[in-house]
């Protein structure tokens, strides 16, 4: 009988510890990403966008924990400068100094912390702006802080 209590007591002293153990956290250490591969995905290397017209940015955003949020920049490439992230390369207008540039910068939260996101985003474009090559950046963070940019050459045409 004593045997059977002091096995009894080990067993219970044992399931007790390994009850509190604590499970590890685990720590995000991935990027998000940006998808704009599909045929509704807008703009995509290259694309033209006509001023005074409005259009919807549209991509696919991803993370393998949870999307926070999401944020667009549009500027002027008028000097050639270059932050692409794309293999093909645009054609290049004359570098010209800029009168009134586009500009846009906006920032989206991204709604109860998914893994998938749809981005859709409606943007105007001024009919007096400047046409010529502009940079269309797109910035995804996620909940643990992790971004990934993504840097599209576009043209503004008449």
Not at 4 to 26: G, N, P, R, T
Not at 54 to 73: E, Q
Request: charged share 20%; glycine share 4%; with cysteine.
């Amino acid at each position: 009988m004593q045997t059977l209590k002091k096995y009894a007591f080990m067993a219970f002293m044992l399931s007790s510890a390994i009850a509190c153990k604590k499970d590890k956290e685990s720590i995000d250490t991935e990027k998000p990403t940006i998808d704009i591969s599909a045929e509704t995905a807008f703009p995509k290397q290259c694309s033209q966008i006509k001023r005074g017209s409005s259009f919807t940015f549209h991509a696919r955003l991803a993370d393998n924990v949870a999307l926070g949020s999401y944020s667009i920049n549009v500027h002027h490439n008028f000097d050639h400068h270059s932050h692409s992230t794309e293999v093909e390369e645009c054609t290049l207008e004359p570098i010209k100094t800029p009168v009134k540039p586009f500009t846009l910068v906006k920032s989206v939260n991204i709604p109860g912390q998914p893994q998938l996101y749809d981005a859709q985003l409606q943007i105007d474009v001024p009919a007096d702006v400047d046409p010529g090559n502009y940079h269309f950046m797109i910035q995804v963070t996620d909940q643990s802080g992790w971004s990934i940019q993504r840097g599209i050459s576009v043209r503004i045409i008449e």
